[in-house]
């Protein structure tokens, strides 16, 4: 069982993952976006098997703004109860199917989980929770229109850059055959080197000039030209977040495998032309949270 002090009016967590993802990203910068609004919020990072020294730091390399650690818990075990009473619970990955698998109750004022894959609610725990879905990618009738933004104001720019891939490859969505990166790493001709960012040792046996990094990955903007972009299981993509950091950051995609329609990639292309992707401070989620206070 977790509490949450009492003064906080805003908590921002996700359901248990044992690997670094964007929801923490999310997390540490709508915080800030609250936060400069006037609002109590405090980060809820759950997190098993990773501490809480190592959540500071990978915020710490990726941020300009500092790490409220006052402000902040990481659950290194699957709390079976986090109690908020007087705030609203943001779930940054929505994933109330893993809440409810479980048994993880979050009690609160209000909860709202941002639309990422399947965005039923299972009945039970999470009766009267509500999505926030961006209705251009999510053509379902519930849910209230809002779609995830990314603070660039506060992210730490990248002061060069090497002729050099790199590959992010995560457990939790975006693994992808040894041997199908093999092939395409095979395919890539003249760069110094192919970086996979991976949690374990599942491509130690590629070759080439391959180099593997566990994630968070120190200064990673600094260490490649060329993001190699490959397709999740799913086919699925709801908001990626790589795509629109490479835009910032003046660094190339390279599409692989993507012989299908993803509507929530092709919105989020669409939303790094326009800039509509990038946070403002009048963020209009502040309105939308604000009500249920």
């Excluded at 500071?56 to 290194?76: I, R, W």
């Excluded at 995830?148 to 590959?167: G, H, Q, S």
């Excluded at 599409?255 to 092709?266: C, K, M, Q, R, T």
Aim: include cysteine.
């Amino acid at each position: 069982m977790f509490i949450v002090p009492k003064e906080y009016n805003i908590v921002l967590t996700f359901s248990p993952i044992e690997e670094i993802t964007g929801h923490w990203f999310e997390v540490f910068e709508y915080y800030w976006l609250f936060k400069d609004a006037g609002f109590r919020p405090y980060m809820l990072f759950h997190s098993p098997n990773i501490s809480f020294d190592e959540v500071c730091k990978a915020l710490e390399e990726k941020y300009t703004l500092p790490v409220p650690k006052n402000d902040m818990m990481v659950l290194t075990e699957r709390e079976k109860f986090i109690g908020c009473p007087n705030a609203v619970a943001l779930v940054c990955d929505g994933n109330f199917f893993t809440l409810e698998k479980h048994n993880i109750k979050i009690l609160a004022k209000k909860i709202l989980g941002f639309g990422c894959g399947d965005v039923s609610i299972p009945r039970g725990l999470y009766d009267g929770a509500e999505y926030l879905l961006d209705k251009r990618v999510y053509n379902i009738p519930y849910g209230i229109d809002y779609a995830k933004k990314i603070y660039a104001d506060i992210l730490r720019e990248p002061t060069t850059k090497k002729n050099n891939t790199l590959f992010y490859l995560t457990k939790n969505c975006r693994r992808l055959s040894l041997e199908r990166v093999q092939e395409i790493i095979d395919d890539l001709q003249g760069y110094d080197e192919h970086i996979i960012v991976s949690p374990d040792d599942y491509y130690q046996s590629l070759r080439g000039n391959v180099k593997i990094v566990r994630p968070p990955m120190k200064n990673m903007f600094n260490e490649f030209d060329t993001y190699i972009y490959t397709p999740v299981p799913r086919h699925f993509d709801c908001s990626p977040r790589l795509i629109a950091e490479c835009a910032l950051f003046d660094r190339r995609v390279e599409y692989y495998d993507i012989d299908y329609f993803d509507v929530g990639l092709e919105t989020r292309k669409k939303d790094i032309e326009s800039g509509v992707v990038w946070m403002k401070k009048d963020d209009e989620l502040i309105e939308i949270v604000e009500k249920y206070l």
